[in-house]
């Protein structure tokens, strides 16, 4: 009981899930920064970012659900530390994980994104249930491209849908990137986590140019500060999958943290140069993108894999 | 000085507002977004909501017509938060100080923190004041 309590509130789950992504996306900022030929915000910026907003005032919503309104960023920091618990164990190789955790993941993974729905239309502002509608949309569009990419990986490593056992095929076979299907595969998931992080150009449910935040633009304080510490935790999570689906997993022995780090940096860097070199697409754009073209992308990828190459 | 407040400090996020001004000022704020000054260094990013903001920057002078909204605003953000004044305008009124929808300067209406005079005041202006402001 304690060690699975020391999984959820210490190690691999909120605090080192929070803190290293806390850092990523500092490495995001920064990356965007340099990118921009800007000097970027100092290390410890996600730190002062969060203390600051749990500090300030929290405002409760007049025209709305303040319980709901309250719950949804707990709720979606549950969600969060349940899928960074369930993606990190099996990916850095604490433990092997249950059979069948891969489809528990999927679910988990939609959780944030739920409750930043549920928590923006209760929030009674015009614009944040634009907002939600739109998020609603972009789940609709990027979740059929993620679960074919992820069959594809299951046919290929042997109808095995445990994600350790999945790694431990790459490690005796090679990495499922250096495969043509593996190719294709990793290029529809990382749109698809492009979409699930709510980055440009997917970042429409909560476009502060157009819709002042949309989903969050009623929160403040405390409940923005909660939000915050999701997207950090969801910047390392999802990242760790993409490393546990193609590159063969994270180790923590010797020289191999080392290539762990670098292989999360990379995929990091990939999602931060996306980010600055699109602008932002229309709902139907998007929507065009994943079910035409990702889905097709994805389709290839499983054909690819029951032929083997 | 608490761990809190030196946070508070790091990060500043600024919401602005526009009161009625000519599009001057609001073009030098701009400019410290860009490399040549890049705000984000001392921690500071525009936002778009004000629940988000902790500096609530005021260009132009107030009218008769946004005095409310001005009024409104203020009141939406969470406190605490600090209102800086940006150009003569929202200041002392400048050179409109005497036309007839002139609704007062800025400090009638809202406490103010900070002002940064000029026409439009230059983006070092701007950066000198808010350092001397956080390090008072």
Redesign the interface.
């Given at each position: 009981m304690t060690k699975e309590i020391f999984y959820f509130l210490v190690f691999p789950g909120l605090l080192f899930a929070g803190v290293l992504g806390g850092f990523l996306s500092w490495f995001d900022r920064k990356i965007t920064a340099r990118v921009q030929f800007r000097q970027g915000p100092p290390l410890f910026q996600p730190l002062y970012d969060f203390v600051k907003l749990l500090a300030k005032e929290t405002i409760l919503p007049k025209y709305g659900s303040p319980l709901t309104f309250l719950l949804s960023p707990v709720f979606a920091l549950a969600g969060a530390t349940l899928a960074a618990v369930f993606i990190l164990l099996p990916v850095l190789g604490i433990e092997s994980g249950f059979s069948g955790d891969l489809l528990v993941i999927i679910y988990v993974l939609n959780i944030p994104s739920v409750t930043y729905i549920i928590g923006g239309l209760a929030s009674g502002n015009p614009l944040a249930a634009v907002g939600s509608s739109r998020e609603i949309k972009l789940i609709l569009s990027y979740e059929l491209p993620f679960l074919l990419v992820l069959t594809s990986i299951i046919i290929k490593s042997g109808m095995t849908i445990n994600l350790r056992e999945i790694i431990d095929v790459q490690i005796a076979q090679g990495a499922n990137i250096g495969s043509l299907s593996g190719i294709f595969g990793f290029i529809t998931i990382l749109m698809c986590v492009q979409a699930k992080l709510g980055l440009v150009p997917f970042d429409m449910a909560e476009a502060e140019g157009e819709i002042c935040d949309g989903i969050m633009i009623e929160s403040s304080g405390s409940v923005l500060a909660i939000y915050k510490l999701v997207k950090y935790i969801m910047f390392l999570t999802l990242p760790a999958l993409i490393c546990g689906l193609f590159f063969s997993g994270l180790e923590l022995s010797g020289i191999n943290i080392l290539w762990s780090i670098l292989k999360v940096l990379l995929v990091v860097l990939l999602i931060t140069l996306i980010r600055n070199t699109n602008p932002r697409v229309r709902i139907k754009q998007a929507m065009r993108f994943f079910w035409v073209w990702m889905n097709l992308f994805a389709v290839i990828s499983i054909i690819l894999s029951i032929i083997g190459v | 000085m608490g761990?809190?407040e030196s946070?508070?400090k790091?990060?500043l996020w600024v919401y602005h507002l526009s009161a009625g001004s000519c599009n001057n000022c609001d073009i030098e704020i701009l400019d410290c977004l860009t490399?040549r000054y890049?705000i984000?260094?001392f921690?500071m990013k525009l936002?778009?909501?004000v629940?988000?903001a902790?500096v609530l920057l005021v260009t132009g002078i107030v009218t008769k017509k946004t005095k409310p909204r001005v009024i409104e605003v203020y009141e939406?953000a969470?406190?605490?938060i600090v209102v800086i004044a940006i150009g003569a305008c929202p200041c002392t009124g400048g050179i409109f100080a005497s036309g007839y929808n002139f609704a007062g300067p800025l400090d009638k209406v809202i406490p103010v923190d900070l002002y940064i005079p000029g026409c439009p005041p230059k983006p070092e202006a701007m950066l000198a004041g808010i350092m001397k402001l956080l390090n008072k």
């Open positions: - | 761990f809190k946070c508070f790091k990060s490399p890049d984000e260094r921690g936002v778009g909501s629940r988000h902790d939406q969470p406190k605490p």
